[in-house]
């Protein structure tokens, strides 16, 4: 097990390494799930985001996007800040080890929140599971389900959060391909104090009211990818993220008096595949 979590501990250095290039608003959280078609595969998107979970204020950066074979059907896949090592052989289900890099919340260009406590980077690991299936006929055309449950180890927001997604791809014309699914996340309390929590200390210097969330769901979320096949090996892509803040995480004056529970996402990106 220590292993595996050095191994996933690298993995997401590396990618921070590649998003704090473009902005660190986007990585909050495992934010999509994209069936992507076989083989290995390496790409990078640039998009817009919001400056921080909750916000009304967007940047531009960079997402990285990855997905290696080991072992025969095993495999690890990163996608943005989340990093998934699944270690079944068996076609279909998948298991095993999961990570993500939270970038925290700092230097944000609300002029209020920027006075409100700063959120510390964290290195969140678990396990995750779902099962995809694939079309025998028409490897593109599939559908699949994914449950996961990550906990804060780098002792930051110190809570933990757990989720679910569906997905599927489908094949609309032979060089288009398009991608979707939906997702919700459910965040502990102590996780749902760190991002949208107002302490007394937070309310006497930004104005805002005190303010002590519970757990519960933190968001859902719907997203759609157009894939563009130029040639076996290549694909261009674009795509949109919609997240709707849900009961204590909307109504957390940082994001109903401040920002937005709508929270958009956008980018385009290009695609390799071998």
């Keep these: 097990m220590v292993s595996w979590i050095r191994v996933l501990t690298v993995a997401l250095v590396i990618s921070a390494v590649i998003a704090l290039e473009g902005g660190r608003g986007w990585a909050q959280d495992e934010l999509l799930a994209l069936a992507l078609p076989e083989g290995n595969a390496v790409g990078i998107g640039v998009g817009a985001y919001p400056d921080y979970l909750g916000s009304k204020d967007y940047s531009v950066g960079a997402i990285p996007v990855a997905r290696y074979h080991f072992w025969g059907r095993r495999d690890i896949t990163l996608v943005g800040n989340t990093l998934n090592v699944n270690l079944l052989e068996g076609p279909g289900w998948r298991l095993g080890p999961s990570g993500i890099l939270r970038f925290g919340r700092s230097d944000v260009k609300n002029d209020v929140v920027s ?9 969140d690991l678990g396990l995750f599971g779902g099962y995809t299936w694939v079309d025998p006929d028409e490897p593109r055309k599939r559908v699949g389900a994914t449950m996961w449950a990550l906990g804060d180890v780098t002792d930051s927001h110190g ?10 791809a489908y094949p609309v014309l032979r060089a288009l391909t398009l991608l979707g699914g939906a997702a919700l996340t459910y965040g502990s309390r102590s996780y749902m104090t760190a991002y949208f929590g107002v302490t007394p200390a937070d ?9 002590q969330p519970d757990a519960g769901i933190r968001d859902v979320r719907g997203w759609l ?11 261009l892509g674009a ?3 919609y997240s709707r803040l849900a009961d204590d995480a909307a109504r957390s004056p940082i994001v109903s008096e401040q920002g937005s529970r709508n929270q958009w996402i956008y980018g385009i990106g290009g695609m390799y595949f071998w």
Excluded: C, K, M
Aim: proline share 5%; aromatic share 10%.
């Design 203 to 211: 309310a006497q210097a930004s104005g805002l009211g005190v303010y």
């Design 225 to 235: 990818v157009a894939l563009v096949h130029l040639s076996p090996r290549w694909a």
């Design 159 to 168: 809570g933990w959060t757990a989720g679910g997604n569906v997905f599927g």
């Design 239 to 241: 795509g949109v993220l």
């Design 115 to 123: 006075r409100v406590h700063e959120v510390d980077p964290s290195i």
